[in-house]
């Protein structure tokens, strides 16, 4: 029986923004309760079709949280909760419509791999068991 995770961030792993985000998190996140899934691994690929989904897009940033998935910049701000301040003020930027939210994701996400090539996580020993392969 798979093992049932709160809070889990899917990214593509082989990007270099995509790797840098997931750094960050756990340079600055409260607690170790987040998980994190490069979009390429079987446990996404498991997850995603064990819940119905459509795979996931290599280009989207997702959050699974309690039952929930959230795409875009609604995933991205709402992850931003879990960190300390002043990043968990960040979401307060879910007052903006989405359209304008997802517009400058979008702009941002089309340029990712210019962003920060060949930037990978290098997970301490403590936090390796929660990168799910």
Not at 113 to 128: K, Y
Request: proline share 3%; charged share 20%.
């Amino acid at each position: 029986m798979e093992k049932e995770y709160d809070l889990i961030v899917f990214y593509d792993g082989d990007c270099g923004l995509c790797n840098s985000s997931v750094q960050f998190v756990l340079n600055h996140e409260k607690s170790n309760e987040i998980y994190f899934s490069a979009i390429q691994s079987e446990f996404t690929k498991t997850f995603f079709e064990s819940r119905g989904l459509t795979q996931p897009d290599f280009s989207t940033f997702y959050f699974y949280k309690e039952g929930q998935i959230f795409i875009k910049s609604t995933a991205a701000l709402k992850l931003t909760k879990y960190l300390r301040f002043p990043y968990s003020f960040l979401q307060l930027f879910l007052v903006l419509p989405s359209f304008i939210r997802n517009w400058v994701y979008t702009f941002i996400s089309k340029r990712r791999l210019t962003f920060r090539n060949g930037f990978c996580v290098i997970p301490t020993f403590e936090n390796q068991k929660r990168f799910l392969k």
